[in-house]
């Protein structure tokens, strides 16, 4: 078994060395699936055999001491140097190749649980976001709000809450679905979505603004237009750039793109069933639904709601629209 579970942890540590050297494309997801399971058989294994084995053998080891001390005694010795506790608790001692199986099972399946049924760390790697969240910030996402999926097969096993305008969403990309990507919802299915000389309508109606003083972006050491936005229930802000133009370069061709047409002016797009159209609040900074299409429900991960961190800014951390 030692040699065996050698090779299952220096798997492991492959697995995740040559991911994290940019070998391979990884799956933490899959990663911690495989590693509950492994270390839960393990763990069974332990709790009905090879504990058992141990104590089995502790206590013959008491009884086989207590039978030469009984025959000791027949001899008329009566002090006996044997102490069998040290050699008790090294048989009963858990050797280092259940440490770190069986050992780690309980800490590994709570997270396991975790961050595939209730909350989800993320940590936002560019300004996309912006004035919402910045660079730097540990977010958590809410993986039931929108039904609760089987982790890896990403199978919906609730219907959870709808998908609603104005959601702030962590989703697979669809170009790479191994990387997740943050947005906030702008079109859900059905909705005609036009963004056309840098102002969003849906369905024919502008989205309610409001200017507010330019917006200073300590990234880019620069000042923004900034506006207050209003897609569902609850305001949010947006920035643009003036030195960016209105048309969209570079478009992907993406599953569905017969449902955009896009011009000088930007982009208007029917949003298909089952889909939904996702752009950055850094409007001009941001490689969004304009650029490479729509997401599938499938690709849903879950609801961003709360900064528990940022290194940088400790003001950062609350919750945010």
């Known amino acids: 078994m030692q040699f065996l579970t050698s090779l299952v942890l220096a798997a492991f540590v492959g697995y995740a060395g040559s991911w994290y050297l940019g070998f391979i494309e990884g ?16 763990w069974v294994a332990e709790r009905f055999v090879f504990l058992p084995q141990r104590q089995k053998a502790a206590a013959q080891l008491e009884v086989e001491t207590a039978q030469r001390r009984a025959e000791l005694t027949k001899m008329g010795i009566d002090k006996v140097d044997t102490d069998i506790q040290e050699a008790r608790e090294k048989l009963l001692m858990q050797p280092w190749w259940l440490d770190w199986t069986a050992g780690l099972f309980p800490v590994i399946v709570v ?9 989800e760390p993320f940590k936002i790697p560019s300004g996309s976001m912006i004035p919402t969240l910045h660079i730097g910030d540990l977010i958590l996402v809410n993986k039931f709000h929108y039904g609760v999926r089987l982790p890896v097969a990403n199978i919906k096993l609730t219907k959870g809450t709808p998908v609603q305008r104005g959601d702030v969403m962590v989703f697979r990309y669809p170009p790479k679905p191994t990387v997740d ?8 299915p059905g909705d005609e979505v036009a963004y056309l000389n ?6 024919g109606k502008p989205v309610p603004t409001q ?6 972006d300590e990234s880019t050491m620069r000042y923004f237009k900034h506006r207050s936005e209003t897609l569902g229930d609850k305001p949010h802000q947006t920035i643009q750039d003036d030195d960016r133009p209105a048309f969209i370069p570079g478009a992907d061709q993406f599953a569905g ?9 930007g982009v208007t797009c029917k949003v ?34 709360f900064v528990w961190m940022n290194f940088g800014n400790l003001k950062r951390i609350g919750a945010f629209d």
Do not use: Q
Not at 198 to 203: A, E, F, H, M, R
Not at 257 to 265: G, M, S
């Open 111 to 119: 997270v396991f649980i975790l961050r595939s049924f209730l909350f």
């Open 211 to 216: 200017g507010l003083p330019d917006f200073f």
């Open 272 to 305: 298909p069933a089952g889909h939904y159209f996702m752009m950055g609040d850094n409007r001009d900074n941001s490689l969004d639904s304009r650029y490479w299409g729509f997401v599938p429900d499938a690709n849903i991960v879950g609801k961003a709601f």
């Open 27 to 42: 799956n933490f997801a899959l990663l911690l699936l495989l590693a509950t399971v492994v270390t839960g058989i393990y």
């Open 181 to 188: 990507y943050i947005k906030r919802v702008v079109g859900v």
């Open 257 to 265: 793109r017969e449902n955009c047409n896009y011009t000088v002016e």
């Open 198 to 203: 840098k102002k969003l309508t849906i369905n």
